[in-house]
């Protein structure tokens, strides 16, 4: 399963989208050296290339065991852990006062983008000590800040989030898992956890746990959880390692995809933990680690969907059948216009999906460091709307990306030895984890749209029709075009988001009817955006054919059913709605 990074979409999206010279620039990132860039990319790629890509079918095969001493790593894993431990890849946009690089987010995820496109089952255990640092860092007290981060952000040790239980799925206030004090400031934890990912692993002597669980005296539902951190072995105050705590793997799921990427049954019998944050306020800080992880499992879909790409245009490039007019012989499928499609339809999600993930870390950078507060709370407002498009667009387009990728090799993608089929059967946990694209779109709909009364969506639009404006003057073929098909695009969003937040005010249940629907146009018109924007930034550069092409044929191929999608949108919740009580299927 060769992969190799596309170094040149990536440094121009982190160029382009996610202007790393504008974050340079707020003065938060005093170690970033524009000059690194290049370096650090390819020095990833080398990671991705030679250590984790040809892991990726070994661990498909193998999968992670667990045997009577706990959870054992597929074949290699352990070893390339230890190089991405040396590499000091985990701290690269983690502060330096903690042993990170602080280097700007967006340049981070350029990084893992890479690392899950080679090995996504490998990429999900840094993944989740993503969310558990982030967790520790906004919540936790100086003392757990001192214990934990320095050796979660150097990757000696890893993390792992504890919140599903059998009962509660998307409804994470539905769990019961217990905490009770044991008079000394630590709890007693004890219940089951399903579907925790790398929640445990011989790569590293401790994993931290982050364990949402219930106080006794907590109130119902999701205002009476608290969040715990629960370390494998107890830190002694020298930093040496102690005693064993009391939780376990007792099981491990099969899964049709990512198979070297341990999905544990977590037992705990009265584990010793303490409290991060403020007691009952678990559901806060619980946020702050999913929304780390909702962009970074988007990602995981811009990486598989690349990895798709590569396979599928190496493999068109390769098998030859058919033949075209004037040509002797059969030719490589590369050369018929319907593999085109299907490989332009890829290349253009890819990228699209790339800037939208970029974009949302670069406003979350903003977000955070820019020295204007009044630039802060309109990148905040960004990241707050970014984040559910990169999770559930990216997502989504990932499944449509790796789906063509086994098309694109016939009868030998249904094949179970093909990169295509493990990385369509890799790419299918996407939409699901970390909140389903279903609760992104309701978030969208509801939390994003409805408590702003859609001003952060209005500054998008306004944004975009900027964009389509310029876009008009530029005396080159193809961006009339481009600038009108935005434009009509940019409409189609306005009206939608005008629909939406008319019926959530007055008709919720239609609102969220068409949710999924609005989720998918909004990020459409946002990619769109993002790859006409892109084009239009590359006029003078080497890479010019390359983004008009894509911008193009996006615009063409998804942008022009902009206008439909907005009437199927509120068609298809007008029958929902008017139909609610009469499915013959929910009786
Ligand atoms: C491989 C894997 C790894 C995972 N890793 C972790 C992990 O590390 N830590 C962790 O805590 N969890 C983890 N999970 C759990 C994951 O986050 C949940 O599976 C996910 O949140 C969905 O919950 P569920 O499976 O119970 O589905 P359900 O909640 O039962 O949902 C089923 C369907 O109903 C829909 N639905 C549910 N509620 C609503 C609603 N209110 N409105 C509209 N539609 C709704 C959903 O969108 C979905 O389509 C993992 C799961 C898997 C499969």
Redesign the pocket.
Known sequence: MPYDAPLSQITHTLSRIARLDELAATGAFPSFDPELVAPILEEANKLARDVLAPLNPIGHKSGAKLTDTGVVAAPGLSDAYRKFVEGGWMGLAFPERFGGQGLPKPLALAVFEMIHGANMAFGLCPL?SFGAIEAILAHGTDEQKETYLPRLISGEWTG?????EPQA???VGALTTKAVPNGDGSYAITGQ?I???WGDHDMTPNIIQLVLARLPDAPAGSKGISLFVVPKFFVNADGSLGERNTFRCIGL?H?MG?HASP?CVMEYTHAKGWLVGEPNKGLAAMFTMMNSARLNVGLEGVAIGEAALQAAVAYAKERRQGSIPGEKGSVPIIRHPDVQRMLLTMAAHVQAARAICYACGAAADLAEHHPSEAIRRSAKAREDLLTPLAKGWSTDRAIDVTNLGVQIHGGMGFMGETAAAQYYLDAR?TP?????N??QA?DLASRKLATDGGAAMKAMIAEIRDNARELAGVNEPGFLHLSQSLDQAADALDAATDYMLAEMRTNRDKGLAAATAYLRLAGDVVGGHFLARSAYQAREAADSEAALILASYFAGDTLARAQGAVRALSEGAETVSAAAGALWFAG
């Open positions: 989740l792992a989030m504890n919140l599903t799925g998307s409804d956890k579907f925790i990912t799921e899964k990512i999905t946990i699901i984890y970390e909140g389903t279903g609760i309701i």
